[in-house]
């Protein structure tokens, strides 16, 4: 018995010395200096990124941090959920627990926001009053002395902003991203007007970009990009009416809660592709590059309607009666 006693407690007090070993080495670890190779790195914590995610990201930065340990110690401080995406800077000295708290608390050199495809100016505007990181220069600023400081001579900014993620400086000013997205809006257009195919029916680079801010809010599914914007084309030589909801529904503004009425199509508003021929007078949203591309390079078909199936894809029609057919299969019936 004593001899097992013997036994039982020097293993216990083995298992205890190791347990004290393993803690020693942990707090080393969590404390001790990171090995980098080279100082100061940037790098970029993606939206939605786990703690494995941003451990493998730094490491290929040259921040030299144990994958598994890493994401244990997010996990065993409660700080994994709540790691912020943005632009950091990582230096010679730090530890892996000071990594991770500057990550957790945001304090990042550079932070970003998102400019959405299809989304409007104004909501572009309601973004940048929203965002607690710009700062906010442009209350009471009007649209025209918005673009004449942009040194556009358009008449409304809708469509001048190209959509895309920008990082920034806590503080910068809206108008300074404003700016960054118009000349990125700017460069794209010309770039892609370079190589637009020939024969289209408008004359310039901002005609082009209008029609591809309807194609942008008509279709999301990137095969019936070109062929909506071969079918407006179509329209434009023949001159047809475009009959383009999304036009009219901008149109509206307020006025507009979900539904469009016939009284709504025969309204006389200078985006009411249903009065008016031709393309409306402004873009209605920030078309992506996808839907710029499709307005520069529409397919070539004699489709001349089309219309949504309801699954995201859209049913092409070469003449109204069969356009009719599909209004009916797609539309009519399923709000029986």
């Known amino acids: 018995m004593k001899r097992s006693a013997v036994v039982f407690w020097y293993g216990l007090l083995a298992a205890a010395m190791a347990i004290a070993v393993a803690a020693a080495m942990a707090w080393h670890w969590v404390y001790a200096p990171v090995k980098f ?23 290929r930065q040259g921040i030299h941090v144990n994958e598994r340990a890493f994401v244990l110690l997010a996990r065993l401080s409660g700080r994994a959920k709540s790691l912020k995406a943005g632009a950091y800077e990582a230096r010679v000295g730090d530890s892996p627990w000071e990594l ?51 040194g556009s001579d358009k008449k409304s ?9 920008y990082f920034f400086s806590p503080g910068t000013s809206d108008f300074d991203i404003l700016r960054r997205a118009y000349h ?7 770039l892609l007007w370079a190589k637009h ?14 029609l ?4 942008e809010k008509e279709t999301g599914y990137s095969a019936d990009r070109r062929r909506v914007a071969g079918v407006f084309v179509n329209r434009l030589r023949a001159g047809m009416p475009l009959q383009t909801d999304p ?3 901008y149109g509206m503004g307020d006025a507009y809660r979900g539904r469009i009425h016939k009284k709504d199509l025969e309204a006389d508003t200078p985006w009411n592709t249903y009065v008016h021929t031709g393309l409306p007078p402004t873009p ?6 996808a839907s710029l591309v499709a307005a520069m390079h529409p397919s070539d078909h004699d489709y001349l309607y089309f219309v949504s199936r309801g699954d995201g894809t859209s049913e092409f029609s070469k003449d109204l009666s069969a356009h009719n057919q599909a209004v009916t299969k797609y539309i009519l019936e399923k709000q029986r």
Request: glycine share 6%; proline share 7%; net charge negative.
């Open 37 to 59: 190779d080279a100082s100061p790195v940037d790098y970029t914590v993606e939206l939605g990124s786990s703690s494995r995610m941003i451990a493998q990201q730094m490491n």
């Open 284 to 289: 209605i949203s920030c078309p992506g590059k």
């Open 247 to 249: 036009s009219v529904i």
């Open 157 to 165: 900014p809708e469509g001048l902003f190209y959509p895309d993620t």
């Open 184 to 190: 990125a809006e700017q460069n794209e257009l010309a």
């Open 100 to 150: 991770l708290e500057r990550m957790a608390n945001g304090n990042m050199t550079e932070t970003r926001l998102t400019l959405v495809e299809g989304w409007t100016y104004q909501r572009i505007r309601q973004a940048l009053r929203d965002d607690p990181a710009v700062k906010q220069t442009l209350t009471g600023v009007s649209d025209a002395e918005l673009l004449a400081r942009l």
């Open 212 to 215: 591809a801010s309807l194609i």
């Open 197 to 210: 195919a020939p024969g289209l029916p408008y004359d310039d680079p901002y005609q082009a970009l209008i």
